[in-house]
Structures are given as C-alpha cells and as structure tokens.
Nanobody, 115 residues
C-alpha cells in the first residue's frame, strides 16, 4: 500500500513563495504519474499540476509560469514550487499518485495566501 505525506503548507503574503513536498512510502519508479490537486472552501477539488513517469509535466492555466512540479526519485518525493502566490491560491493542497489500477491520496496541507 502506497502512502503519501504532504508538508510545506502555511501562511504567506501575496507575492510570496512556498514549496510543498509529498513523501511517498515506496519507490516512485513504479508510479505512472503524480499530481497536485487543491480544494478551496466551497469549491470542487481541481488538478493543479501533474508529472508522468517519463517527466512530462502539465499545469492548470491559472498557475502556469508560477508553479513548478518536480520529483526526486532518490528521495521518493514530489515537489510543488509555488511562486508569486495569490489569495485565490488559498486551498488545501493534496498529493495524488496514479498506479496501475488504482490511485492514492495524501491527507492534504493547507496553503493560505493573505496579507
């Protein structure tokens, strides 16, 4: 059973940066893709960024140019670097792993962008 643990959330002012980490309990080499989702209060969970096992990345339009997803296979960790944060980025951010036949979610980490 793969387990995911997010960290790195917090409170930051508009224009600031945060780096989220998702530690995977097993080797990520067997995972088809990893992604970050977010869910703001009263809204549906939305895909923010994803990375395939081959290293291809994709981003939701509103975060393009500001967020970067990356992975460190040696550390079994996936990152989300978030720059130029805006109040509308405030949400709980979830890590997701897609394996063959099933997916796994982390517990989430809160990101609050406020002055």
């Amino acid at each position: 059973q793969v387990q995911l643990a997010e960290s790195g959330g917090g409170v930051v002012q508009p224009g600031g940066s945060l780096r989220l980490s998702c530690a995977v309990s097993s080797s990520i080499s067997g995972i088809r893709s990893m992604a970050w989702y977010r869910q703001a209060p009263g809204k549906q969970r939305e895909l923010v960024a994803s990375i395939t096992s081959g290293g291809s990345t994709s981003y939701e339009d509103s975060v393009k140019g500001r967020f970067t997803i990356s992975e460190d296979n040696a550390q079994n960790t996936v990152y989300l670097q978030m720059n130029s944060l805006k109040p509308e980025d405030t949400a709980v951010y979830y890590c997701y792993a897609l394996l063959i036949g099933f997916g796994c979610w982390g517990q989430g980490t809160q990101v609050t962008v406020s002055s």
